[in-house]
């Protein structure tokens, strides 16, 4: 049972990168699941995330309208399509899956955003 993430990187301000979770041992269309990231020095912050019983997005403040979160049941993924990316949007990023007691998280995946 794991969460595999791909699609962390280098890129330049103003530019996009589209982060993947795939799922394995498990089906994630019974789960909540969420994407966060923890820049260096700092705490693990909640990005965005999607309900498993309505499918209501939630967003930070700081990401909302420049990340968007989706999940794809067949493919048995997860992804963030980040837009517009910006130097404080460096940090390692986790993706989370979640119902009740049942949490599962990504490995994590490095973002750097540099000019």
């Known amino acids: 049972v794991q969460l595999q993430a791909s699609g962390g990187g280098l890129v330049q301000p103003g530019n996009s990168l589209r982060l993947s979770c795939t799922a394995s041992?498990?089906?994630?269309?019974?789960?909540?699941i969420g994407w966060f990231r923890q820049a260096p020095g700092k705490e693990r912050e909640g990005l965005a995330s999607i309900s498993n019983t309505d499918d209501k997005t939630y967003y930070a403040d700081h990401v909302k309208g420049r990340f968007t979160i989706s999940r794809d049941n067949a493919k048995n993924t997860l992804t963030l399509q980040m837009n517009n990316l910006k130097f404080d949007d460096t940090a390692v990023y986790y993706c989370?899956?979640?119902?009740?007691?049942?949490?599962?998280w990504g490995q994590g995946t490095l973002v750097t955003v540099s000019s």
């Open positions: 041992g498990f089906s994630l269309d019974r789960y909540a």
């Open positions: 989370r899956a979640r119902e009740g007691d049942y949490v599962y």
